[in-house]
């Protein structure tokens, strides 16, 4: 009796492991397998449930047979149930939908308007602009079909939704969690993602180039360092697509080790796709490039795709919303991006001081290119570079 | 965003029981009620297009428990509809659509059964045609997760009213309490024979507690059961004249009822000769005849758990892995920052500000 009962339980819960369930309501599930969880989908569904390519409407008389009625009862059905029954105005008088209708009896409406009441008393209207950039990122992905009929999303992929937050490097980022959100499929190997992750740290140059500024360029950190892992359920994913990679985890396991903790695993980035994984949905990881930039990486959501989704498999990772920094204006012209600080500058009104290449280079060189007067000058790469 | 999540809730849960005071789990006499409140409008007033969105996402994520156990099946049914009328009324384009998780898939699936054997047709057709229009994705969870981890963490409220009938006997007189009690029982009589002065036999002066408890107790939580689905059966055909001929239309309640089934059958299956066997694990519960229930368990969650940077520290400085300076040294993150540079920062944070 009491056997039975026990393995009655086990065998759910193993059966079931791969149905994503709460961990912790609202905040996050269980690990569960990816590529096990996609499958599990496949084989309930219908795949005409999903498919991106069936245009095809139910008919009448398919309902009908289903269901076993007839075709009349559908008919009747159809009138009944018809979604211009949801209408609440003569069809020819439309309302206007920006307008909240007066004394609204829905509460959210009231909340609405208040919200709005309040705006209208600001003196400056604001339309959030990260709102707008927002939208239209959307808007441009949104059922979009290749050019090239190879490049068709194939039927049944999936797509994981990724945040990627970023580490707070400058003040300004102390007073928002600037992130960046990322679709990518199930298809998809991990480097993927990596490749798609722009962050700020993979432009700096690293040295001071006031002797020479043409020569700075070729010293992106991205170049250098290519070494970076992923670290999920307890595996650290090193990208080691370059001779010059080096396994970053190491340091971290080798101290795990030495402190009693459980030994983690290692894999390689390159050879892992997303549907090999598995992991929490809502749970943060890790991703670790230039040695030290860490950023918390979440997977949101997995789905099936759908027919509205972009179905142009070249233009994943997509990315579908990305925070809009802030750019540093050069301190002569205050026009252009800044590109240099200088420091123990005679010629700055600040120290350190910024400027736009142009300015940069009349202000301190000859025209032979001869540098001028003693300062220390690092390339300088804006928050604003990947708006 | 999430600031609209209780006025929608609280506009849904209107919607839902005025639906509920009709008795009647027909689309026609919710689309009435849809359109006596205007519910169309709630996706009036100025937004950005990407606000527009968040919203119709938002109020498609709230309205999707209450097609969801552990509401009653008319309840379901205008969860359905509500999600209906609000994906066919949301303003942006393409639709927002309505995100099932997997865990709630083969509930879903037996609901639509529930309902075509009930020949609610209009059930299945709202249904049928949802899925053909494609506004469903197929996901993991209902809702993208953040991780977001409140201070205060809400309590998932369910709306009692919309509950399915309480089952609090049925809750309370479990296979295991049945079990329990006959244990309980036959333990009694052994004591009571072992007591007694014929050996073997229980006194007949100590006579207090019917031989047949178990037994009484299952027939009379069968009988009440069956006398509450009745009930059930006539107020559904009360409200749905269609249907009133339909013999099952009782099954309405399915996820219910089936769970009875199981446990009826449970118990029939277990009579007492069967019991004997459990007499093992009747031997460590002597010990401890505690028998809370399992609500006791949900208490808990409630605890404050500190966060897991705290518990990481805290388990190695008790490890004496690291010493407990060590916390004040690891805090910057940059390798290439020095203390000297940590300084030049301030200052230069100073100079930038406009
Ligand atoms: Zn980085
Ligand atoms: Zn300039």
């Not at chain 1, 190491?250 to 390159?270: L, Y």
């Not at chain 1, 099936?304 to 204006?329: F, V």
């Not at chain 2, 009822?257 to 009579?271: H, T, Y």
């Not at chain 2, 500190?306 to 916390?327: A, D, F, H, W, Y």
Request: hydrophobic share 35%; charged share 30%.
């Amino acid at each position: 009796m009491a056997a039975s009962s026990a393995a009655g339980c086990s065998t759910s819960s193993n059966a079931n492991d791969d149905i994503p369930t709460y961990e912790y309501i609202d905040i996050n599930t269980k690990p569960f397998h990816v590529a096990t969880f996609e499958n599990l989908w496949k084989q309930t569904l219908n795949p005409k449930y999903y498919s991106i390519r069936d245009v095809h409407q139910e008919t009448d008389e398919e309902f009908a047979e289903d269901i076993g009625i007839p075709t009349g009862t559908v008919e009747e059905l159809k009138v009944i149930c018809n979604p211009d029954t949801l209408r609440c105005h003569p069809e020819n008088q439309p309302p206007d939908t920006d307008v909240v209708p007066a004394d609204p009896g829905l509460m959210t409406l009231r909340m609405r308007k208040r919200r709005q009441d309040y705006r209208e008393t600001l003196i400056r209207a604001q339309t959030c602009r990260q709102d707008l950039y927002a939208a239209e990122l959307e808007n441009l992905a949104i059922g979009k079909k290749p050019v090239d009929p190879e490049d068709l999303l194939p039927e049944g992929e999936i797509i994981l939704s990724v945040n990627v937050l970023f580490p707070v490097i400058t003040e300004r980022f102390k007073h928002f969690k600037a992130r960046q959100n990322l679709q990518v499929l199930g298809s998809q190997k991990l480097t993927d993602l990596r490749d798609a992750i722009c962050c700020l740290s993979d432009l700096q140059v690293c040295g001071e180039f006031s002797d020479t500024p043409d020569m700075a360029p070729e010293f992106i950190s991205k170049d250098l360092f290519k070494s970076a892992f992923l670290f999920l359920e307890g595996i650290f994913y090193n990208d080691m697509r370059y001779p010059e990679c080096k396994d970053l985890s190491q340091t971290v396991r080798e101290w795990a080790e030495s402190h009693d903790m459980p030994t983690f695993q290692t894999a390689k980035m390159e050879e892992t796709t997303f549907r090999d994984l598995k992991l929490k949905v809502g749970y943060p990881y890790l991703y670790c490039h230039q040695g030290d930039c860490e950023h918390v990486v979440l997977i949101t959501d997995i789905r099936l795709a759908h027919r509205d989704d972009c179905l142009d498999l070249k233009l994943y990772p997509l990315l579908t919303y990305k925070h809009r920094m802030i750019s540093r204006r050069c301190a002569v012209c205050n026009l252009y991006i800044s590109r240099w600080m200088t420091t123990n500058d005679s010629f700055a009104p600040t120290d350190p001081c910024l400027f736009c290449d142009i300015c940069f280079r009349m202000l301190h060189y000859d025209p032979e290119g001869k540098k001028l007067g003693d300062f220390q000058a690092f390339p300088y790469v804006d928050p604003g570079a990947f708006n | 965003m999430d600031y609209f999540i209780e006025p929608v809730k609280s506009d849904c849960e209107d919607i839902l029981s005025r639906f509920q005071r009709t008795e009647s789990v027909r689309y026609e006499e919710f689309a009435a009620i849809w359109r006596k409140m205007d519910f169309p409008s709630i996706f009036y007033g100025k937004m950005a297009a990407n606000e527009m969105r968040a919203f119709s996402r938002l109020i498609l994520t709230t309205a999707y428990p209450y097609l969801l156990p552990p509401y009653n099946f008319q309840i379901r049914v205008g969860g359905l509809y509500l999600l209906y009328g609000l994906y066919y009324t949301q303003l942006v384009a393409p639709k927002e659509k309505i995100t099932i998780a997997l865990k709630d898939w083969e509930n879903i699936m037996k609901f639509q059964q529930d309902a075509m054997n009930s020949r609610h047709y209009d059930v299945c057709y709202i249904f049928r045609k949802l899925i053909s229009e494609k506004a469903f994705y197929f996901a993991a969870m209902p809702k993208h997760l953040y991780f977001h981890v409140k201070r205060k963490p809400k309590r998932q409220e369910v709306c009692e009213e919309f509950r399915d009938r309480p089952a609090r006997v049925k809750e309370l007189i479990t296979t295991e309490t049945l079990e329990e009690i006959m244990n309980v029982q036959e333990h009694y009589e052994k004591v009571k024979a072992a007591v007694s002065t014929t050996p073997g036999q229980p006194d007949p002066a100590v006579n207090l507690i019917n031989k047949h408890l178990g037994p009484m107790v299952q027939s009379t939580v069968m009988e009440y059961q069956n006398w509450l689905d009745e009930v059930a059966v006539r107020k559904n055909e009360s409200g749905d004249a269609a249907a009133a001929a339909d013999p099952g239309e009782g099954t309405s309640t399915q996820g219910d009822s089936s769970r009875r089934a199981e446990l009826l059958a449970s118990i029939k299956s277990k009579s007492y000769g069967h019991l004997v066997e459990a007499s093992k694990s009747r031997r460590h519960r002597q010990v401890e005849l505690d028998t809370s229930g399992p609500e006791i368990k949900q208490e808990s969650t409630r605890k404050t758990i500190p966060c897991l940077q705290t518990r990481t520290m805290k388990n190695l400085i008790s490890k004496g892995k690291v010493k407990e300076e060590v916390m004040e040294c690891t805090r910057h993150w940059r390798l290439s920052v020095t203390e000297q540079d940590k300084s030049l920062k301030r200052r230069v944070k100073k100079r930038f500000k406009y």
